[in-house]
């Protein structure tokens, strides 16, 4: 099957998992599901770049830098997923859209991640879209 992304998901598969979930009423996005990978990846995605965003000039002068990521299990309302949180050297980073020590999923999070990413909004539009305006 060919794959339309240089990324890791085979959409056609993908596409293929959709129809069939979707006509027998099963869950899209639990572990497993047809949509699962693509919300695993628009979060990991997403995590990333705060990260890049966090890591500006001058906390990169401070000699901070990418120090690997933790992977935990994030409960959604559709079921669970596992992500990968990325961190920094200085642990100064303090992720948003899955906080540190976060592992439930607000309830419409998903839904507006997907109906966001939909229409062709870039993951950092996303980011700062649900973000909280404090």
Do not use: C, W
Not at 5 to 34: C, H, I, W
Not at 88 to 106: C, H, N, Q, Y
């Amino acid at each position: 099957m060919e794959n339309n992304n240089p990324g890791s998901l085979d959409y056609e598969v993908m596409k293929q998992k959709l129809k069939e979930q979707f006509r027998t009423g099963k869950s899209l996005f639990s572990k497993g599901r047809a949509l699962a990978p693509l919300l695993e990846e628009l979060i990991n995605s997403m995590l990333e770049g705060e990260l890049e965003g966090h890591l500006d000039e001058d906390e990169r002068q401070q000699g901070n830098r990418k120090n690997g990521k933790g992977s935990k299990l994030l409960k959604t309302p559709a079921g669970s997923i596992e992500i990968n949180t990325p961190r920094d050297r200085l642990g100064s980073f303090e992720p948003e859209i899955v906080k540190k020590r976060e592992t439930i999923m607000a309830a419409s999070l998903e839904d507006k991640i997907i109906g966001l990413y939909g229409p062709g909004t870039s993951l950092r539009d996303i980011s700062a879209h649900i973000k909280p305006p404090f």
